[in-house]
């Protein structure tokens, strides 16, 4: 399979708890991005990756979230001491010039 | 930001009808994509098109950058076609790509 990767795809957590997420993205692209999806709403943009810099965070990202690709490949986005607002599907592309954006499957995160 | 328009909103066909829906941007884009997103919550790849015409059996896109609008045209739908369709767009100089709300269809046999 040479798609992009999540994982977990369902996290269920108490509120308080800090969770990690996990993306691979296609390996021949070097652009990374994190999107959060609410109900009835198209996905928003977070964060984005050129191999290991991260070169643009949306305002979304608070204080809480922190995302890090250490060598260019996978990523991980944290979220530290969740709240019930931060229930979303956290979706996770890679780009190429010539195809555009590959969406994994998202992980759904519930906080309660 | 770009600003992304869907509509209609919702759509409910029945089967073996077509329909077309429409994306309307604010600025001029570098990239736009139509996405379909299943009941499980991938989004899925239709078309990448920021111009011009392309045709994918019974889905086609047009896109007219210089108007700052695109077309997704689904030809004799089936229950399988529903789902939401998002487009999405990136603007010139950002990595970011802009999302509409999507358009809700459901195809009935």
């Known amino acids: 399979d040479t798609g992009v990767s999540q994982d977990p795809r369902h996290k269920i957590t108490k509120r308080g708890q800090n969770v990690t997420f996990r993306c691979d993205p296609i390996?021949?692209?070097?652009?990374l991005y994190w999107y959060r999806q609410t109900l009835g709403q198209g996905p928003e943009f977070l964060t984005y990756?050129?191999?290991?810099?991260?070169?643009?965070k949306s305002r979304l990202l608070s204080d809480r979230f922190s995302a890090e690709r250490p060598k260019g490949s996978f990523s991980t986005l944290e979220i530290q001491r969740t709240e019930q607002g931060d229930s979303a599907m956290y979706l996770c592309?890679?780009?190429?010039?010539?195809?555009?954006?590959?969406f994994g499957s998202g992980t759904r995160l519930t906080v309660v | 930001g770009i600003q992304v328009e869907q509509s209609p909103p919702d759509l409910i066909l029945q089967e073996g009808a077509n329909s077309t829906l429409r994306c309307n941007f604010s600025?001029?884009?570098?990239?736009l994509q139509w996405f379909h997103q299943n009941p499980w919550g991938q989004l899925i790849n239709l078309f990448y098109?920021?111009?011009g015409t392309k045709q994918n059996g019974r889905l086609s896109a047009t896109t007219v950058a210089t108007e700052r609008y695109s077309l997704l045209y689904i030809s004799s739908s089936q229950t399988t076609d529903s789902g939401v369709y998002f487009c999405?767009?990136?603007?010139?100089?950002?990595?970011?790509?802009?999302f509409g709300r999507g358009t809700q269809l459901t195809v009935w046999p």
């Open positions: 592309a890679s780009r190429s010039p010539s195809y555009g954006y590959t």
């Open positions: 390996s021949e692209h070097n652009r």
């Open positions: 990756f050129q191999n290991e810099a991260q070169l643009e």
């Open positions: 600025d001029s884009v570098n990239n």
């Open positions: 098109i920021p111009s």
């Open positions: 999405a767009v990136r603007g010139s100089t950002l990595g970011r790509l802009y």
